[in-house]
């Protein structure tokens, strides 16, 4: 569903505490970036307020044109994504690592890998297991393992473990998922 949030009555009529998730983008057709972080804030405390008291929160991505005014979206449900930020870091890296130039291009290719969340059933991984052996399970099945999560019920936020030390130990069970790259299935 795409829309205008800024209208009278489009979040109303929309069903938002059934969402998993929920994107505020700025858009480069306002007459300045200014205008557009202001537009992304206005409809994030929308978002907080129609949703407050609500059981089930969706996860908010709010696209900021200036880092200055993350400070302005930041919270326990609220993530914000700065583009000129995050190219800057890329180009940084490409000007300190040439050799990453391979990676980022088949990372950001049309048909490149994605990040997805998989159940530790999907790799066949049950009961106590280490990272390496998890690892070793996810790249058995052609992905690369970057991370773990485990869910938590109600409230409580998830816990995502990036990379951890091989030797880490967890429970594989229906609560934690497996951060993959991957090809797809």
Request: hydrophobic share 40%.
């Given at each position: 569903y795409e829309d205008d949030y800024l209208l009278e009555g489009v979040l109303e009529k929309l069903p938002l505490a059934d969402y998993r998730s929920i994107v505020l983008l700025t858009s480069d057709r306002?007459?300045?970036?200014?205008?557009a972080d202001a537009r992304a804030i206005v409809g994030h405390r929308m978002?907080?307020?129609?949703?407050?008291?609500?059981?089930?929160?969706?996860?908010r991505i709010i696209e900021l044109a200036d880092a200055a005014n993350e400070g302005l979206?930041?919270?326990?449900?609220?993530?914000?994504?700065?583009?000129?930020?995050?190219?800057?870091?890329?180009?940084?890296?490409?000007?300190?690592?040439?050799?990453?130039g391979v990676v980022f291009n088949a990372l950001f290719a049309p048909?490149?890998?994605?990040?997805?969340?998989?159940?530790?059933?999907?790799?066949?991984?049950r009961g106590s297991t280490t990272f390496a052996e998890f690892d070793a399970s996810v790249a058995e099945a052609g992905d690369l393992l970057v991370g773990v999560r485990l869910r938590r019920a109600g409230d409580v936020p998830h816990e995502l473990v990036l990379n951890p030390p091989r030797d880490?130990?967890?429970?594989?069970?229906?609560?934690?998922?497996?951060?993959?790259?991957?090809?797809g299935t």
């Open positions: 306002l007459g300045s970036s200014e205008e978002l907080e307020a129609l949703l407050e008291g609500q059981d089930r929160q969706p996860h979206v930041r919270g326990a449900r609220a993530e914000t994504l700065i583009p000129p930020l995050l190219m800057s870091h890329v180009l940084a890296q490409l000007a300190l690592r040439p050799e990453l048909d490149g890998p994605e990040l997805e969340f998989h159940p530790c059933a999907h790799y066949r991984v880490t130990s967890f429970e594989a069970n229906d609560d934690l998922e497996a951060l993959v790259l991957t090809r």
